[in-house]
């Protein structure tokens, strides 16, 4: 069964990096496009990143441009999100989304949480 | 950006009721609106896509409908299960936007 697991959450301080993983299973990861979606406690769910099959045409929300970087390594399985410059309002759970042209998002990790505070 | 703009923002409703989200996109996304479910503490689930296809293994009295600007989430008959937070999206293009939930409690 398809399985999308993320790690490397934590606290963190303002100003300093972190990079979180998501490990995923069950299904042929090199032929599906790979997104990050965050949610900050209590809030809505804010798209952050996606990254094709191919890693050719790489998107980003204005929030987090220029500070995140998403990448993947279709030889182990692994979508990685590389966050630098971090801000408190960054502070969120943050999930990885499979996505094909016709169902967005159909699977979802269990997300993990990244706190920004001093 | 392509704004989406749910409503209600949260509802009450009883048991067997019929529950309407309404969800409008600030451009033209044809067809291309999902609805997903979440439960607190959980990731989201995936229920609709293209506006009305069903995700496989979500129940029948879920259904959306809609197309271009107007899109509508429908539970024919509300279920205690079904308390959660709701979120439309969009994925005609970048960047991808959700709505900002309507949370359904009995």
């Known amino acids: 069964q398809v399985q999308l697991v993320e790690s490397g959450g934590g606290v963190v301080q303002p100003g300093r990096s972190l990079r979180l993983s998501c490990a995923a299973s069950g299904f042929t990861f090199s032929t599906y496009a790979m997104h990050w979606v965050r949610q900050a406690p209590g809030k809505g769910l804010e798209w952050v990143a996606v990254?094709?099959?191919?890693?050719?045409?790489?998107y980003y929300a204005d929030s987090v441009k220029g500070r995140f970087t998403i990448s993947r390594d279709n030889s182990k399985n692994t979508l990685s999100l590389q966050m630098n410059s971090l801000r408190p309002e960054d502070t969120a759970v943050y999930y990885c989304?499979?996505?094909?042209?016709?169902?967005?998002?159909?699977?979802w990790g269990q997300g993990t949480l990244v706190t920004v505070s001093a | 950006d392509i704004q989406m703009t749910q409503s209600p923002s949260s509802l009450s409703a009883s048991v067997g009721e019929r529950v309407t989200i309404t969800c409008r996109a600030s451009q033209d996304i044809r067809h291309y609106l999902a609805w997903f479910q979440q439960k607190p503490g959980k990731a989201p689930r995936s229920l609709i896509y293209?506006?009305?296809s069903l995700q496989s293994g979500v129940p029948s009295r879920f259904s959306g409908s809609g197309y271009g600007t107007d899109f509508t989430l429908t539970i024919s008959s509300l279920q205690p299960e079904d308390v959660a937070t709701y979120y439309c999206?969009?994925?005609?293009?970048?960047?991808?936007?959700f709505g900002q939930g309507t949370k359904v409690e009995i």
């Open positions: 990254i094709p099959y191919d890693s050719i045409h790489i």
């Open positions: 293209a506006a009305s």
């Open positions: 989304a499979r996505d094909s042209a016709l169902i967005p998002f159909d699977y």
């Open positions: 999206h969009h994925n005609s293009r970048y960047p991808r936007t």
